[in-house]
């Protein structure tokens, strides 16, 4: 969910599904984020994860301290981080969540915690009752986190709007992953040196969707001598009816294939990062290569794969409804959160939309999509 709240500040929260321990499925935990504007960046000042009526939300005050609050049905509990503390002043100070989940995680696994550690708020609660708002909140971090305090999960991979430009020759380089997909020539090098079984199965990967999409049928690294540390060229070719075409260096063919290349080796290279952020995937493809995008996009989500991705593409996003409603993908309608951004004078509204077993939009704005009706109903004469 993402909303505009008070001026200058903004609203956004997420639905974390977990796979349920010992049987016990207490529902999905929702994470609220509120952000506000510090310069000219957003800065996150609140932090809130909920499951039913337990709770748990950090908050960040004046940017010199902090304040962890809870609770349950029962009652509230609250705890104060001093500005000398090193959650507070450190580093990560002005990252809500950071901080909350590692002190109350300590101090709920003691069923009866230090009174400096949570101050007890309720009017009328009572030890049972406290015991059980503990045990409520304790389950819910339990929940969410595992069995131990949060653990450093591997950075999601960014992409960005516009990737590196192709070339004739590439030169070795350290294959270090960037957003503009640099490293990624360099990456299929080593792989087609080094790696032949890796290389083996990135190479079916993406001339399968080189194939879905049109773009090219075989991909190949030239080397230009012969080991790895000497410079190599990217080709590839589309095969004819009858006969394979000859193949042509990448800066021969449609930018498209150089623009989708990295965010497709990417996607293909490993099963170890979790979210990616992909922003305008669709940059110089034409329709049906976006749409390809789509379908590609949904098989490669998942329960431990989540792709957040920024797109102008009706193209893609029509397919993903489509593939969702026929059933081609293992995605659900509520594994699908669309976005819409709605332009108004000087401000833009944010719209969260979702799909029906149907594939069709609900919670659409009267602006969403008019573009493409009235273009519709003019060339139908309508």
């Known amino acids: 969910r993402t909303g505009s709240g008070a001026v200058g500040q903004v609203e956004a929260g997420v ?140 950075r999601p991979f960014a992409s960005a709007p516009v990737r590196s430009k192709p070339r004739r020759t590439y030169d070795p380089a350290r294959p270090v992953r960037d957003p503009e997909g640099e490293n990624v020539p360099m990456y299929l090098s080593t792989a087609f040196f080094d790696d032949k079984k890796s290389w083996e199965a990135l190479k079916d990967d993406l001339e399968g969707f080189g194939r879905e999409a049109g773009l090219f049928d075989e991909i190949s690294v030239r080397p230009l001598g ?12 589309k095969y004819g009816p009858r006969a394979k075409g000859p193949m042509r260096n990448l800066i021969d063919v449609g930018y498209g294939v150089s623009q989708v290349l990295p965010i497709l080796t990417e996607l293909f290279r490993d099963n170890q990062t979790s979210m990616f952020l992909l922003q305008q995937p669709e940059v110089h493809l034409h329709p049906s290569a976006q749409a390809a995008l789509g379908s590609l996009f949904c098989r490669i989500a998942g329960r431990n794969r989540q792709l957040v991705v920024e797109t102008h593409s009706d193209h893609l996003i029509d397919r993903v409804r489509m593939d969702v409603r026929d059933g081609t993908t293992k995605l659900t309608p509520d594994d699908v959160s669309i976005l819409f951004f709605e332009r108004g004078d000087l401000d833009v509204q944010i719209h969260s939309l979702r799909l029906d077993a149907e594939g069709n939009v609900l919670g659409a704005p009267p602006r969403y999509r008019r573009f493409f009706m009235e273009e519709t109903r003019r060339s139908l004469r309508l």
Not at 100 to 125: C, E, H, N, Y
Request: neutral net charge; charged residues 25%; glycine residues 12%.
């Open 15 to 154: 639905l974390v599904r977990r796979e349920p321990r010992h049987g016990k499925d207490g529902g999905p935990c929702r994470i609220d984020l509120t952000f506000v504007r510090k310069g000219t960046a957003a800065v996150p000042t609140r932090w809130r994860l909920t499951r039913g009526d337990v709770w748990i939300e950090d908050r960040v005050e004046g940017g010199s301290s902090r304040s962890i609050h809870c609770g349950t049905a029962q009652g509230e509990w609250h705890q104060h981080l001093p500005a000398r503390d090193p959650l507070v002043a450190g580093p990560r100070s002005e990252i809500p969540g950071a901080a909350v989940l590692g002190p109350l995680f300590g101090a709920f696994t003691r069923w009866d915690p230090d009174p400096t550690d949570i101050d007890s708020l309720p009017p009328t609660g009572s030890t049972a009752a406290e015991d059980e708002a503990r045990r409520q909140i304790f389950e819910l971090i339990v929940a969410f986190v595992g069995h131990g305090p949060p653990a450093i999960e591997q």
């Open 226 to 237: 012969r080991r790895g540390s000497e410079p190599f060229q990217v080709h590839v070719r």
